[in-house]
């Protein structure tokens, strides 16, 4: 693999380019590496890296608000496309693909049923459909699109539930954790023998897996009832 690659970013009429090290710089777009030096392979930012062609002080200061190198090649790896070989490209779209799946799964329903789609039903309508995915791109700029494509596939429809929970005081500790990180706790009605009733919202695509958590945690002594 060649040791150096380039990354390109355009604002308005004017273009840039650095020079980073293809793994590294792979890393850092994926998270994996924070530090922006380990990635350069020099500190120029060029107008033409080919040429040779530097950009000048006024124009890192008029587009990038610094000359500081680092501080651009960060602004430049965020916003900024790099030039991946065709196993890094495939991996950073399987990668993101798997994002969206999940995403889709547990925020949107079949309407017809309130239940979630299964992922593998949501990977073939995106395959059905030739939905292009930007690897670049984060998830949550892409869902909006991705939906709109894929629903003459399958329907897919956003909704909330309003859960009514009990937990016995035994089991509290643990499945507090699990309500607050599932949805919008509503409301919480704390029992003198240490229980709890809860109303809790949630994407109606989320029911199963927090049935399902709940039952674990209490050994089925939950109570969860779709409020009316």
Same mark, same amino acid.
């Given at each position: 693999?060649? $040791?150096? /690659?380039?990354?390109?970013? %355009?604002?308005? %009429?004017? $273009?840039?380019?650095?020079?980073?090290?293809?793994?590294? &710089?792979?890393?850092? @777009? #994926? +998270? @994996?590496?924070?530090?922006?030096s380990k990635i350069l392979v020099s500190d120029e930012i060029y107008t033409d *890296? +080919?040429? +040779? /062609? =530097?950009a000048s002080t006024e124009l890192?200061? =008029?587009?990038?608000?610094?000359t500081d190198s680092a501080q651009i090649a960060e602004q430049m790896m965020k916003k900024g496309e790099l030039n991946l070989n /065709?196993?890094? =490209?495939?991996k950073m779209t399987t990668d993101k693909r798997k994002q969206i799946v999940t995403f889709i799964s547990k925020t949107y329903v079949d309407p017809r049923t309130h239940l979630p789609h299964p992922p593998l039903r949501i990977q073939q309508a995106l395959t059905d459909g030739r939905v292009s995915i930007d690897?670049?791109?984060n998830a949550d700029e892409q869902i909006k699109d991705i939906v709109e494509k894929l629903r003459p596939i399958i329907p897919l429809k956003t909704e909330n539930l309003t859960l009514e929970i009990s937990v016995p005081a035994q089991f509290v500790a643990q499945s507090y954790t699990v #309500?607050?990180? /599932? +949805? %919008?706790?509503?409301?919480?009605?704390w029992q003198p023998n240490g *229980? #709890?009733? &809860?109303?809790l919202e949630i994407?109606?695509?989320? =029911?199963p897996s927090v049935i399902d958590r709940l039952g674990a945690i209490t050994k089925g002594t939950a109570n969860v009832e779709v409020q009316k």
């Open positions: 693999m060649d $040791k150096v /690659t380039i990354v390109k970013y %355009s604002y308005a %009429s004017e $273009k840039f380019e650095i020079l980073v090290k293809p793994d590294p &710089a792979f890393d850092y @777009k #994926l +998270g @994996k590496i924070s530090e922006i *890296s +080919g040429k +040779g /062609t =530097r890192l200061l =008029r587009v990038f608000k610094t /065709t196993e890094q =490209r495939k690897p670049f791109k #309500l607050k990180s /599932t +949805g %919008s706790l509503k409301k919480e009605d *229980s #709890l009733k &809860a109303i994407p109606a695509a989320a =029911r």
